[in-house]
């Protein structure tokens, strides 16, 4: 059995996210990237269509999360999992936690998340999202 792929970006440039959700073969340009996850912002991905199409081939779906969402999702998978996690790995668990809430996954699936980024690319991103929260 395949397993369903799900593809989880920032809600700040989502082009991969929007294609699926309108049912695209391919991603649009993403006209004005932003998010603080700076390896997310990939307004018009190369590999956008093949992503498209394996996520759309796979039985799956995907989702954008908002910065905040990124951010929290890291911080609190590197605090309990004890997963080294930077900004943007977030964007998974964010993505996952999501789907999740919306009944989107069955109760007895495994989930399986990768983990894009390392821990030491960006610290300071996670610092500056901590101390606004007074941590």
Same mark, same amino acid.
């Given at each position: 059995m395949?397993?369903?792929?799900?593809?989880?970006q920032?809600?700040?440039?989502?082009?991969?996210?929007?294609?699926?959700?309108?049912?695209?073969?391919?991603?649009?340009?993403?006209?004005?990237?932003?998010t603080?996850?700076?390896?997310? +912002?990939?307004?018009?991905?190369?590999?956008? *269509?093949a $992503?498209?199409?394996? !996520?759309? %081939?796979? #039985?799956?779906t995907a989702? &954008?999360?908002?910065? +905040?969402?990124?951010l929290a999702?890291?911080? *609190?998978? $590197?605090?309990?999992? !004890?997963? %080294?996690? #930077?900004?943007?790995?977030? &964007?998974?668990?964010?993505?996952?936690?999501?789907?999740?809430?919306?009944?989107?996954f069955?109760?007895?699936?495994?989930?399986?998340?990768?983990?894009?980024? &390392?821990?030491?690319k960006?610290?300071?991103?996670?610092?500056?999202?901590?101390?606004?929260?007074?941590?």
């Open positions: 395949v397993p369903r792929l799900i593809a989880a920032a809600s700040g440039c989502a082009p991969i996210a929007a294609a699926v959700d309108r049912g695209l073969d391919e991603p649009e340009p993403w006209s004005t990237p932003d603080i996850c700076g390896e997310l +912002e990939i307004p018009d991905p190369a590999g956008g *269509a $992503a498209v199409e394996a !996520v759309t %081939e796979s #039985g799956g989702t &954008a999360a908002d910065d +905040e969402d990124v999702s890291a911080v *609190a998978v $590197a605090q309990n999992e !004890v997963v %080294e996690m #930077g900004a943007t790995g977030g &964007a998974a668990p964010a993505g996952a936690w999501e789907l999740a809430e919306e009944g989107f069955d109760g007895d699936e495994t989930v399986v998340l990768l983990n894009s980024d &390392a821990g030491l960006t610290p300071d991103v996670l610092r500056s999202h901590l101390m606004g929260q007074g941590i």
